[in-house]
């Protein structure tokens, strides 16, 4: 992996008011020279970052508070400062591009006391953590974590809505429309979670995230007490009890918990606390913050680890028709998914909650001849992932893991966690870690957005995290469309997310209505089929019935044949809320995808992304009708080039996919 490390000046400045302790201002730039971080050590912590003329953050305290009235950040001593020069490329193999510039410029503060502080200016964003050198162990109370801003500023928050218990704010499924507010309009008893936004200005958007949370609570947001206008970090504390409780009591609920957010070792990186800034909208919807953040592999060899597509069951409900036995919960109506898997060549099948008993899942359902069913998909090439829910696949682990690894399953889909404190994550990266251990795939929903985790251990391809497909079968009135086009400069930040897209019954926003067995979506049919090119999942579902995607041969085969992961990504226009459209290349074929909210709009796609050479392109758009019927949609074929500006018009909550190839 190629880098330089280059030693850098910074500026120092020291000045003193009457009585007061010497304060030190330490800058450090961007490579560009446009982002501007400030680090000031006085009688606290604080950070601030401008970007160009724009101040991002205002300065803002940071500290950790320890066991025994210790703060870390309170009256701080600089011991030594160095900044030094980055330049490397990260391989990234399971991903959205093989390879990740990774260039920052770094500055590392170690304050007496055994602790430090780390921050890093990169062209897109900024990131700073903490980091101790001490004996035994720690007791971390909470920290302090403020995102200042200097005005009050428009925003897109996702706060809690579906406690999964009420009494505790902390226990919740992650998903969330985005509430657009300005900065002092949040509630400040209502809590949200990571990523949110932030606009700055009339352009830039600041999104806040955290990477490499690994022993120690994710971060949730709360509004900060005015005079201040800005967010500040909040902590699920430790738990002090579990018991059964939840969804059909089958997860394991915190009554009580403890005055402490974290005990762990007392030599330590902690997480990282980044802000990515953007000048356009569409540079959000490709940025690689986390991943560069997070932990390398620990993976050694991930040959094994294969990314790929599956036929999913629950979303549709086991409904198919058209054959001879009665389709359900049993061995034929999964053989049948299994034909329409190797048909497609999709890689996977899921067995959805039923196959096993909900709270011991290593009792097969009598109805299901689970050999049977692995050794017949392993003659048509098709893999099977298995839904368990996380108390009782942590409670046998070791046994499960084992035992069916060795049957020839291919992975875990493991859900209802619900929870991010720390011995939740701690217990996250143990069944990842123990899944690689046997070549294990794993994919968490009921889950906290990721964090880094799937590049430390790339078997974790799938995280939910995000308000799916899933809730179109029982949640009338979200603006759905909306939301999809939101999550790629929010959520998606973070990294994967299993949204679980493919409906074939497509619907307009007057049309549409609940159904739990024949379950449709909002927006039109190429607005589903863009989203297996704008939304990153490695492993990607085909959420509807084989039955279903019998019926539209052309959507299905155009989907089959999108890759989950690609050599590399460009983000062609956008807007938050409003619109989206990527390209993304595997191999020599580049894909594309655009979807809109509920206002019919046009666009133009610049194709210099292509290169050399001629392109043959399959089309999918909106029909000219897809307005009064959400399914209609044209396919065409036609020849591009990089010198090509195509106009698309996209309907109501459409879209637009393509495939483009090099002409023959």
Not at 135 to 151: C, D, I, P, R
Not at 228 to 234: C, F, V
């Amino acid at each position: 992996m190629p880098h330089r490390v280059a030693l850098l000046g910074f500026l120092f400045v020291a000045g003193a008011a009457a009585a007061a302790p010497p304060s030190r201002d330490y800058h450090l730039k961007s490579p560009d020279g446009k982002l501007d971080l400030l680090v000031q050590v006085g009688p606290t912590l604080r950070w601030s970052v401008q970007h160009e003329t724009t101040p991002v953050i205002t300065p803002s305290e940071v500290s950790l508070a320890l066991a025994g009235g210790e703060v870390l950040g309170k009256n701080p001593v600089v011991s030594s400062a160095k900044t030094t020069s980055v330049s490397a490329t990260i391989a990234s193999p399971i991903y959205k591009r093989s390879q990740i510039p990774d260039n920052y410029n770094q500055l590392i503060l170690t304050l007496k006391g055994g602790y430090g502080l780390v921050v890093r200016a990169y062209n897109d964003g900024v990131a700073y953590r903490f980091f101790t050198s001490r004996k035994g162990s720690l007791t971390v109370l909470n920290e302090q974590a403020t995102f200042n801003f200097a005005q009050d500023y428009e925003s897109l928050i996702p706060f809690v809505r579906d406690l999964r218990v009420p009494t505790d704010p902390y226990m919740s499924s992650f998903e969330s429309l985005y509430s657009a507010q300005k900065l002092s309009r949040a509630k400040k008893d209502s809590l949200a979670f990571l990523p949110a936004l932030v606009a700055v200005g009339e352009q830039k958007k600041a999104v806040i995230l955290e990477a490499d949370v690994e022993d120690y609570p994710g971060m949730f947001l709360k509004s900060t007490e005015a005079p201040a206008l800005g967010l500040h970090g909040d902590f699920a504390r430790y738990p002090a009890e579990e018991k059964p409780g939840g969804f059909h009591n089958i997860q394991l609920v915190v009554p009580r918990r403890e005055n402490y957010i974290a005990k762990t070792r007392g030599s330590r990186t902690f997480p990282w606390r980044a802000v990515v800034i953007s000048a356009e909208d569409r540079q959000l919807a490709d940025n690689d913050m986390v991943y560069k953040l997070a932990a390398p592999s620990r993976v050694k060899d991930v040959s094994w680890i294969k990314p790929g597509k599956v036929a999913w069951d629950w979303w549709n409900d086991w409904n198919i028709s058209g054959v001879d036995f009665r389709a359900g919960l049993n061995t034929p109506t999964y053989k049948h998914y299994i034909d329409f898997a190797a048909a497609n060549k999709l890689e996977y099948v899921i067995l959805d909650e039923g196959w096993s008993e909900e709270t011991d899942f290593m009792k097969v359902s009598p109805k299901i001849d689970l050999a049977e069913l692995i050794a017949y998909g392993k003659e048509r090439n098709v893999g099977l992932i298995l839904w368990a829910n996380w108390r009782s696949l942590t409670e046998k682990m070791d046994s499960a893991y084992k035992q069916y690894s060795a049957m020839g399953v291919k992975g875990f889909k493991i859900d209802f966690l619900d929870r991010d404190d720390q011995k939740m994550v701690r217990s996250s990266y143990e069944l990842a870690r123990k899944a690689a251990d046997y070549k294990l795939l794993v994919d968490f929903h009921g889950m906290h957005k990721p964090d880094g985790l799937q590049r430390t251990y790339p078997n974790v391809l799938g995280y939910e995290g995000v308000k799916g497909l899933e809730n179109f079968k029982w949640t009338p009135d979200d603006d759905v469309p909306r939301y999809d086009v939101t999550l790629p400069y929010i959520r998606m930040m973070a990294g994967p997310m299993d949204y679980t897209p493919g409906a074939m019954r497509n619907a307009t926003k007057s049309e549409y209505h609940l159904s739990h067995s024949l379950p449709m979506s909002q927006g039109t049919r190429s607005h589903q089929l863009a989203m297996y090119v704008v939304f990153e999942a490695p492993l990607q579902m085909l959420s509807d019935s084989p039955t279903a995607y019998k019926r539209e041969p052309e959507s299905t085969d155009f989907i089959a044949q999108i890759p989950t992961v690609f050599d590399q990504t460009v983000a062609l226009d956008g807007k938050v809320g409003e619109y989206v459209a990527l390209a993304r290349k595997k191999a020599d074929t580049w894909y594309v995808g655009a979807m809109s909210n509920w206002t019919a709009r046009e666009m133009t796609l610049d194709c210099s992304f292509l290169g050399d050479g001629n392109y043959e392109a399959v089309i999918f758009r909106d029909g000219v009708n897809a307005d009064r019927d959400a399914t209609d949609y044209k396919r065409e074929v036609v020849k591009v080039s990089s010198k090509d500006r195509l106009k698309i018009a996209l309907s109501p909550g459409g879209g637009w996919a393509a495939r483009m190839y090099p002409a023959k």
